[in-house]
């Protein structure tokens, strides 16, 4: 019997996860990939999230929340990132869709998304992976999965505000359709991805 070694990132099937993600594996409220060796477990964002999507934003480095933000919060008071989470799960359970992931051995949240609908059929699409996780293939798998439901939700266009600086989210969006729009604060520019 041959042993494959856990290098880079596996996870279950594209059918399973497309059904869970649709919410057609019942009673599942979560879903597992491994990522170097590691468990990770994915939800979708709910109303007891709040205080994992403020701890997941709290605890990133000033660079990575500059890049999620796309301004420098390094002097903001602990309580913005609260208030933020407490809108964030309302807007996606109001208005979007969002999907939150943790470490199943540690429980600590390592990634979030989520597109949050802006208009009738437009909406904006945002993404968080904690420090120690990024560069293994999350914000790909993240963003795929997020621009699927966005889709089947009757979204038509999403749009993103990307700093000019963040090469790994530019190349995600570019290799999801996303392309350029417009410059939008002095440091960041919009990019869209029409769906149809
Ligand atoms: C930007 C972000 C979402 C990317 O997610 P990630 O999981 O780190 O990225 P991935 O591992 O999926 O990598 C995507 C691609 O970018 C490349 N990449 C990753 N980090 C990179 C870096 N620092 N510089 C250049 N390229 C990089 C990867 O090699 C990969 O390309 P490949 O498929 O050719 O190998 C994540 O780093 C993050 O959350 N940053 C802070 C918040 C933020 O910037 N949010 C986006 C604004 S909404």
Known sequence: MIFEPIHRLYYQPESLLEQFFSGKIFPAK????????????????SDCHVDDIAYLLKNLGERSKRFRFCSDLSHVAEEFFDNLAQATVKRCQVQG????????????PVAMSQYVSNGA???????????????NGLGKILTDRIMKQAKKDGISHVEAVVAHENTAMKLILMRSGYRFSKAYYPNCSMYKLYLG
Do not use: C, M, P
Request: charged share 30%.
């Open 121 to 135: 059929r437009s909406a904006e699409f945002s993404i968080t992976i904690a420090d120690d996780w990024q560069g």
């Open 30 to 45: 979560y879903f597992n990939l491994h990522i170097n060796g590691r468990k990770l477990r994915i939800q979708r964002i």
């Open 97 to 108: 869709y969002g999907l939150i992931v943790f470490d199943s051995e540690t429980e600590e």
